[in-house]
C-alpha cells in the first residue's frame, strides 16, 4: 500500500512505458507513484529474477509466460488459450473472452516489469513512410506527428533499451539519422544462417503489384548487449548495462537462445533496467495493487485519484481497496488494460475511440528443410531480417510486412527439437547412433521464416468489458472483437508468394503447412493461411489531431483530462511492419517531456498567481 | 540410487551416446530413479532383463514388443529431451503407473539442461550453456564448405 497521501505523479503500471515515465519524472524530482498489478520485490533482487529462470527450466511446456506464474489476482493471457472461435459462442478458456471471429493470437505478462521480461528484443524504427499511411497511400490514418519530429525520441529510447545496430545497415526505405549518429553499440553478429542466405539471395527479386523488389538480408536492430561503439555520443562511447542486481552479468550476449521468455543473464534489455534506473529518493513502487478504477471530478474534468484493490497474497483472492491520489496521473499498464481501465471508469472516452482500433502482427511462418546445414538453435531468437517489402505503392491495395530471419530451427512452428526427436522416435523407430546422425540431419537443415503482417485500423476490432466476465478480484475481463480483413490477407498471399519463392531459390524443401484446426486460420482466395500472434497489442487509445477521433492529443494527454497522460502501444494510430516498442518508448519520453512541460507552465502559472497576490 | 550396469548399457545402445557421455550428464542416476519411482523396480528389472540376453543385436525386436518397446522409447526420450512422455493407454492399462506419475513433465531443471538431443544438433539447451558471443555466426559444427 502506497505511503504518501499526495504525489506529483501517480503511474499505473510497471512495464518499460511506466519505468520510462518514473525514470524520466523522478530524475526531475518529481514524487512518483508505480502502481503495480502483478508480483515482485519492487527492491529487484537478482535472486527473484533467477526464480524464474528456473521456472523456465521446469516448465513442460516453454511458452512465452512460462517463466512468469499465473496470478489469478492479476490474470495473464496465454497463447495455449487460443483456438479456434465458433462465434457466437466466445472462446473463455483463459483469461481473454474471444469472440472472434478471429482469434488473437498474442499474451502479455502481468509481474513488475511487464512483458519485456519476455520480449525478443527486436527494436527497429518506423519507417518515415509509415507515419502517412493515408495521405501516402489512402489507407488507415496519418499519424499527428513525423518521423522527424519523433527522431530526438528514437534516440533516447534507443539509449534506454541500449541498442545495437549499425547504422549503415539501417538506412533503407527513407530510414535517416541525425548527422553523425551511431547506435550505443556495434551490430549484434548476424548468424551463419544470415549470412548464408545473404549470399544466396543476392541476386533474387520478388514482385509485389507488378513491381520488382530485392530480397536484401539486413541485420536487425536488438535490444541486447553487443559491443559498445565508441563512437557513440560524440565519442563518449556507451557502458552496456548489465543484469539487475549483478551488473557484471549480461554485458553480452552470451547466446543463450532463449531471449523469449527468459534471458538468463539479462544480457537482452528489460524493463527492471528502467526502473532500476529511476531515482530512488523519488520512487515508491508497490505491487500487487491492481488499479480498478481511475476516480474523475466530474464538473473541472481533473482526474482525483486511482482506486485500486492490494492483495497479500496470489493463493487468495482477498483485497482492501484504496485510493492513491497526485496531481497527475499516467495510465501505463499495457494497451489492453489501459483501454479497460478506462472503459471500466468512463474516463478519456469522448471520441467513443477507447479500446477500439485493436491491432496486432499477424505472424505467417514458413518453415523448410535447407539442402546444406547452417547451424540452428544458436544465438539470439533473430538476428537478421528482410525488410525490402515493408514499404511500397502495393501498400494502397494490400498490407506490408517484415519478414525476420529465425535462428530457432522449427522451434515455434513445430516445437523442434522435441517434435524432431518425437517423429524419428515414434514416427520412425529410429534408435541409437543412428537417431543421433539423423536428429543432427534435420535439424541442421531447419529454418524458419516470420512474416509479420501489417493490420489497418478497424474501429470493430476491440477491447470492451462486460459485467458478465469478471477475474477473481472482480475486475473485468477483456472481450476482444477481433477479424482480419482482407486487406491483412492480401498481405499473407503475398507473404507466401515470396516465400515459395525464396524457398524455390534455395532449392529447400517447404514443409509449411496451415490447417483450419489452427486456432488464427483464414481463408482468403480460395488459399488457407494460419497466423501466430505477435504480442504487439496496437491502438486501443489512439493519438490524433481531432479530439471526436482520437484519445490523445499529440502530446500523448487525454483530451478530456488535463492532468491524464496515457503511454504504451495503445496510443499508436497504425502499427505499421515494425515490431512497436522501440517507437512506443520514444512516443513515451516524449510524453514525459510533455509532462514535465505541463508542470513547469503550473509553476509559472502559480508563480505569476502569487506575484499578482503580492501586488 | 546409483544407476546400475545394465541400465546405462540399455541407455547407450538407444541413445547412441557412449558410458562416458551418458555419466557426463550427471544425471543418469536421477533418471534411473525417476523411472524406478513411475514404473515400478519390477517393471523397470523386466524390461532390463528383456533386453539383456539379445544385447544391441535385439533391440528392433525389443523395440517392437508392445510393452517393452514403448518403455523403451519413453527411455530414449527422457535421456534426449530430459522429461517424461506419458506412455500410451495400452501400455498404462498393464503396468502398475499411478496416473500422477504418468503425466508429462520435465524431471528437473538439471535433466532440462542435461538434454542429448541439444547435443546430438550441435547446439545447447535453450536459456542454458551458452556458447558465447557471437559462435553462431560461425559455421557449425562438423561443416565443409
Ligand atoms: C512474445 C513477445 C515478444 C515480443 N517481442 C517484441 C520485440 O521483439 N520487439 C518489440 O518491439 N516488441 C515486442 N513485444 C511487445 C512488447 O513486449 C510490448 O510492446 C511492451 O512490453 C509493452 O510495454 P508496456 O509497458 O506498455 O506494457 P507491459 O510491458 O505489458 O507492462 C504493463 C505493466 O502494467 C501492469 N498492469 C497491468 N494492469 C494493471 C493494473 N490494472 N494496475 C496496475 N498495473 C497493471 C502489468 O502487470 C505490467 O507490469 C513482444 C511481446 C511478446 C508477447
Ligand atoms: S541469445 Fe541468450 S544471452 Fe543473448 S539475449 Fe538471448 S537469451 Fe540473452
Known sequence: ?615 | MPAPTAFMAFSSALTGFSLVELFGTGVADTYYDALVHILSQATVDELLAAYEPGGEAGLPRLLAHPLYGPLARNVIKLWYTGSWEQLPPAVVLRLPVAPVDNVPRVISAETYLEGLMWKAIGAHPMGGKPLGYGVWAEAPAGHTH
Request: glycine letters at 10%; aromatic letters at 10%.
Open chain 1, 1 to 615: 500500500m502506497h505511503k504518501l497521501e499526495h504525489y506529483d505523479v501517480v503511474i499505473v503500471g510497471g512495464g518499460i512505458a511506466g519505468a520510462i515515465m518514473a525514470k524520466q519524472l523522478s530524475h526531475q524530482q518529481q514524487r512518483v507513484l508505480v502502481l503495480e498489478a502483478g508480483a515482485g520485490d519492487p527492491t529487484l533482487p537478482y535472486d527473484s529474477y533467477l526464480a524464474y529462470l528456473d521456472e523456465y527450466y521446469r516448465a513442460n511446456i516453454k511458452v512465452p509466460n512460462a517463466p512468469y506464474p499465473d496470478n489469478p489476482n492479476a490474470p495473464q493471457p496465454s497463447v495455449l488459450d487460443t483456438a479456434p472461435i465458433a462465434p457466437p459462442v466466445p472462446n473463455t478458456a483463459g483469461y481473454f473472452v474471444q469472440r472472434g471471429p478471429n482469434s488473437y493470437g498474442s499474451d502479455y505478462t502481468r509481474a513488475l516489469g511487464g512483458t519485456t521480461l519476455h520480449w525478443l528484443g527486436t527494436t527497429l524504427r518506423m519507417l518515415p513512410e509509415d507515419f502517412e499511411l493515408h495521405s501516402r497511400y489512402g489507407r488507415g490514418v496519418d499519424w499527428p506527428i513525423s518521423y522527424d519530429d519523433l527522431l530526438p525520441y528514437y534516440e533516447m529510447a534507443e539509449r534506454e533499451i541500449g541498442v545495437s545496430a549499425d547504422v549503415e545497415d539501417q538506412q533503407f526505405l527513407g530510414l535517416h539519422f541525425s548527422p553523425g549518429y551511431v547506435f550505443p553499440m556495434h551490430k549484434i553478429p548476424q548468424s551463419y544462417l544470415d549470412m548464408w542466405l545473404t549470399e544466396k539471395l543476392a541476386d533474387l527479386q520478388v514482385e509485389r503489384d507488378g513491381q520488382a523488389y530485392p530480397v536484401r538480408v539486413v541485420s536487425t536492430p536488438q535490444g541486447r548487449n553487443g559491443m559498445p561503439n565508441p563512437a557513440y555520443n560524440n565519442g563518449e562511447g556507451y557502458v552496456p548495462v548489465g543484469a539487475v542486481g549483478r551488473p557484471d552479468l549480461g554485458q553480452r550476449c552470451q547466446g543463450n537462445s532463449s531471449c523469449v521468455p527468459i534471458c538468463p543473464v539479462q544480457a537482452k534489455y528489460n524493463a527492471w533496467k528502467t526502473l532500476a534506473a529511476a531515482n530512488p529518493a523519488y520512487v515508491e513502487v508497490q505491487t500487487q495493487c491492481v488499479a480498478s478504477r481511475v476516480l474523475v471530478d466530474g464538473s473541472s474534468g481533473y482526474i482525483t485519484g486511482i482506486e485500486y484493490k492490494h492483495y497479500d497474497s496470489q493463493n487468495s483472492g482477498a483485497y482492501t481497496t484504496h485510493v492513491a491520489r497526485g496531481t497527475r496521473y499516467v495510465l501505463a499498464a499495457h494497451a489492453i488494460e489501459n483501454a479497460k481501465l478506462l472503459l471500466a471508469s468512463n474516463v478519456a472516452n469522448r471520441s467513443g475511440q477507447v479500446g477500439r482500433n485493436l491491432m496486432d502482427h499477424p505472424v505467417l511462418l514458413t518453415w523448410a528443410l535447407l539442402p546444406e546445414a547452417t547451424g540452428p538453435f544458436r544465438g539470439p531468437g533473430s538476428t537478421s531480417g528482410i525488410p525490402s517489402l515493408r514499404g511500397g505503392e502495393f501498400r494502397a491495395n494490400g498490407a506490408a510486412w517484415r519478414v525476420e530471419i529465425d535462428n530457432w530451427g522449427w522451434n515455434w512452428p513445430t516445437g523442434a527439437p522435441y517434435s524432431s526427436v518425437d517423429q524419428l522416435v515414434d514416427g520412425e523407430g529410429r534408435y541409437g547412433a543412428d537417431l543421433r546422425q539423423r536428429l543432427n540431419a534435420i535439424i541442421q537443415g531447419q529454418v524458419r521464416l516470420g512474416f509479420l503482417v501489417e493490420q489497418l485500423p478497424d474501429p470493430f476490432n476491440r477491447v470492451t468489458i462486460d459485467p458478465d466476465y469478471m477475474d477473481r478480484l472482480g475486475n473485468y475481463r477483456p472481450v476482444i472483437d477481433y477479424t482480419i480483413t482482407d486487406y491483412t490477407s492480401a498481405g499473407f498471399a503475398a507473404a507466401k508468394q515470396v516465400s515459395d519463392a525464396i524457398y524455390d531459390h534455395l532449392w529447400a524443401t517447404d514443409y509449411t503447412s496451415y490447417s483450419p484446426a489452427d486456432a488464427g486460420h483464414v481463408t482468403y482466395r480460395g488459399q488457407g493461411y494460419s497466423y501466430r500472434g505477435a504480442g504487439h497489442y496496437v491502438g486501443t487509445h489512439r493519438m490524433g489531431t481531432d479530439p471526436d477521433t482520437s484519445v490523445v492529443d499529440p502530446r500523448q494527454r487525454s483530451w478530456d483530462h488535463p492532468n491524464l497522460y496515457l503511454v504504451g502501444c495503445g496510443n499508436m494510430p497504425t502499427i505499421a511492419t515494425s515490431n512497436p516498442t522501440l517507437t512506443m518508448a520514444a512516443l513515451t519520453f516524449w510524453a514525459a517531456r510533455n509532462l514535465l512541460e505541463d508542470i513547469a507552465a503550473d509553476k509559472v502559472l502559480a508563480g505569476a498567481e502569487l506575484s499578482a497576490l503580492a501586488e
